[in-house]
């Protein structure tokens, strides 16, 4: 047949152009054509980044320039030496101890704040009632959706000296307890409050995770006479694996963020020995007191901080078999 006397150059000639037709680039045009609705939606939300996270991010230069308002910022001289701010912030005495302070929060923010978003999700999932369900989730969704500048009014009515708490403390006979007042018992209702405002909302990656579980899963455990607790242990809680270490790689990236609106929504002269924050630090030296370079610095060498972190807890949970976040 006539097919069959194609010369070899035309063969190749045929392959080359199927070639091209499938490259990378043509293969993401076709994407895009086909799904140009999604990419539409998506425009917003990369306008948004944009501007409010990227357009920013010119500011970082503070860092190495003797600022002059007058000039600006890009017409203000350069450091000399160049990173002689961030050598003024890592030296300065209370560096230390708002550093310590912030891993300490943190800390215990992650210690008792990251298990319990886990724990009521496995707890709603094991409820059969759904008004009831339903209606305990919307409470506890609620806070979220609420800033802290309205909830840091309703947390001093409720733990105040003369408070809600205190109130029925004092009616048994007992002393009140200075939640607001002193490092230690405000610390504790940071971490606290921190809980109740974000527990309900972080339950929904969670919810998520269960959902996709097979339930035949659940089924043959039954039917093998496994009880509420072992399947809970052995069915559960692996199928909550991936979203479990992919919060807890980025929870770890930000050990270096214990909640500036919480914070400073809260707090007062009398507790910042103990309370005050990197933020809370770098908020008083630039917008207050003016030293602009100085709490730039201060704010990329913790950025900078985050950043190795992130990319270390990543590398150990995959060493550890777990889901990285790349």
């Given at each position: ?242 979203a479990i270490s992919i919060n807890l790689i980025l929870t770890l990236s930000g050990i270096l963020d214990a909640g500036f609106d919480q914070i400073f929504n809260l707090y007062s002269p009398v507790v910042y ?54």
């Amino acid at each position: 047949m006539r097919w069959m006397t194609l010369s070899k150059g035309k063969i190749n000639a045929i392959k080359s152009s199927e070639t091209v037709i499938k490259t990378p680039f043509n293969t993401k045009m076709s994407m895009m054509r086909k799904y140009w609705m999604l990419y539409l939606l998506f425009i917003p939300c990369a306008v948004f980044l944009l501007v409010f996270n990227y357009a920013p991010m010119y500011g970082v230069i503070l860092a190495l320039k003797e600022f002059s308002p007058r000039l600006g910022i890009f017409s203000s001289g350069w450091a000399d030496p160049l990173f002689v701010h961030f050598k003024e912030a890592i030296s300065n005495p209370k560096f230390l101890s708002v550093t310590l302070n912030t891993l300490y929060i943190s800390l215990l923010r992650i210690i008792f704040g990251f298990p319990a978003p886990i724990i009521l999700a496995v707890l709603f999932n094991e409820v059969r009632h759904n008004v009831y369900k339903r209606t305990i989730q919307a409470i506890a969704y609620l806070p979220h959706f609420l800033s802290w500048v309205i909830l840091a009014g309703m947390v001093k009515m409720i733990f105040a000296g003369d408070g809600m708490i205190n109130t029925v403390i004092e009616n048994l006979g007992l002393t009140a307890l200075p939640f607001l007042t002193q490092g230690d018992w405000f610390i504790f209702t940071i971490v606290f409050t921190n809980i109740w405002k974000t527990i309900g909302f972080s339950t929904i990656i969670y919810m998520a995770a269960i959902a996709g579980i097979d339930q035949e899963q659940y089924q043959a455990a039954t039917i093998d006479g496994a009880n509420r607790w072992q399947r809970i242990k052995y069915i559960t809680t692996p199928g909550m694996g991936i979203a479990i270490s992919i919060n807890l790689i980025l929870t770890l990236s930000g050990i270096l963020d214990a909640g500036f609106d919480q914070i400073f929504n809260l707090y007062s002269p009398v507790v910042y020995e103990q309370a005050d924050i990197i933020d809370t630090y770098v908020y008083r030296m630039g917008v207050v007191a003016g030293n602009y370079e100085f709490s730039t610095a201060l704010g990329l060498a913790k950025s900078f901080v985050a950043f190795i972190l992130i990319v270390l807890t990543n590398k150990i949970i995959t060493k550890l078999g777990g889901e990285g976040v790349w």
